[in-house]
């Protein structure tokens, strides 16, 4: 069971320039940067303790002693970054006063950083709110970030191909989830890029965000899969759903009519779109048919390095679509009583509009029966 392929095969990320591109952003005279996932895309950066300083002409990494080695190893790719060592707490406010001194207005991550954070250092920093700015610089993913989420897609690809034929001999949603979690790391991912949903049966599938419980997998159910791998760092995102047995004349309207909702999304993506034009694509065809009460979520949103990043495809985005997103269309309808369908693949946004990067088919619904013995 060898990997798909391992990092070492693809493109290197591009860290080269990503600071000043923030720094082009930016209305105050530097930033403090301290969610974890922009602090890793500016620097290389993976520790659990660090902190950004984008100051004018400098950028800072302000960690402590557990990682000063491996925050010189990590941010080595990336634009000069000066890592600072610190002892404990009070130690790295005090470095990272120091560092601001004088500066003028200073940015603070209000979305992330907690209000006690907040208060303490307001005390000696003249702090603004500042959100969005590496988000929004996060969006158009590099050569080496699409290469990454490509490969998380084809590991869970290949996880579920393996997995999916087995769904007809009455495995539990646990064992589901487990299988495909060991296949994906076997496959070379790191782990799954969140906890795999296994939803069967009337109920459990009619939660768009089940998870996974000691369920048996029984004939007539509707079977909701939404898995993903992570590779260096990166998340891949997919659905498909499955009817085991005989598929019924309902199970079948439901099952095409997302479907057609599905391809009327990616139909929609494009460089300039709206991101609530995807949105508006797949709800209409649900309310045509009668079924808008049946969607209980958004279309899609952004995967990078968070599973859930900008954009976000819901009726009240006012994003649109660039090239470099990477963005899921993932319509579903569902139903106490019935059960759930969505289908959602990951897609990279193409000056021709979108190139599908998640692979698994999903024209039919239907799996062998159980077993009758
Ligand atoms: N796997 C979570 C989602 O599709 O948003
Ligand atoms: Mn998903
Ligand atoms: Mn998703």
Do not use: N
């Not at 603070?108 to 700015?133: F, I, M, N, R, Y």
């Not at 479907?259 to 065809?285: K, S």
């Not at 090239?323 to 946004?349: K, M, N, Q």
Request: charged share 25%; proline share 7%; glycine share 8%.
């Amino acid at each position: 069971m060898s990997p798909v392929a391992t990092i070492d095969d693809l493109p290197p990320l591009e860290h080269a320039g990503r600071t000043d591109r923030v720094r082009a952003r930016l209305d105050v005279a530097a930033l403090i940067v301290t969610e974890p996932h922009d602090i890793r895309w500016l620097t290389g950066f993976r520790g659990s303790t660090g902190w950004v300083v984008l100051l004018p002409d400098r950028t800072l990494l302000i960690t402590d002693r557990r990682y000063g080695e491996r925050a010189a190893a990590e941010t080595a790719p990336a634009d000069d970054v000066e890592v600072v060592v610190g002892t404990d707490r009070p130690d790295l406010r005090a470095r990272l006063v120091a560092a601001l001194a004088g500066v003028g207005r200073v940015g603070a991550q209000a979305s992330h950083l907690s209000h006690a954070v907040w208060e303490d250092w307001a005390v000696d920093l003249p702090l603004e709110p500042v959100d969005g700015a590496v988000a929004a610089e996060r969006r158009s993913k590099d050569r080496g970030e699409i290469a990454r989420i490509e490969l998380a897609a084809r590991i869970a690809d290949r996880a579920l191909a393996e997995v999916a034929p087995r769904l007809g001999e009455t495995p539990t949603e646990l064992d589901v989830r487990h299988e495909l979690e060991y296949l994906m790391r076997r496959f070379g991912a790191e782990g799954p890029s969140y906890d795999t949903i296994v939803a069967s049966g009337p109920e459990h599938a009619a939660r768009p965000h089940h998870g996974a419980e000691r369920r048996t997998i029984t004939e007539g159910d509707t079977v909701v899969i939404d898995v993903g791998a992570l590779v260096d760092g990166y998340h891949s995102d997919m659905t498909r759903s499955y009817v085991i047995g005989t598929v019924s004349p309902r199970q079948q309207e439901i099952y095409d009519l997302v479907a057609t909702a599905q391809a009327a999304g990616l139909a929609a993506v494009g460089p300039g779109v709206a991101t609530r034009d995807v949105d508006a694509a797949c709800r209409a065809v649900f309310a045509a048919a009668g079924f808008a009460d049946w969607y209980l979520h958004a279309t899609g949103h952004g995967v990078g390095l968070q599973i859930h990043e900008e954009p976000f495809h819901a009726p009240t985005s006012t994003a649109e679509l660039l090239l470099g997103d990477v963005v899921t269309v993932e319509p579903g309808l569902y139903r106490a009583g019935f059960g759930g369908v969505r289908i959602e693949d990951l897609v990279e946004v193409t000056p021709s509009g979108q190139r599908t990067l998640t692979e698994t088919p999903k024209d039919a619904p239907c799996l062998p029966s159980p077993p009758t013995t």
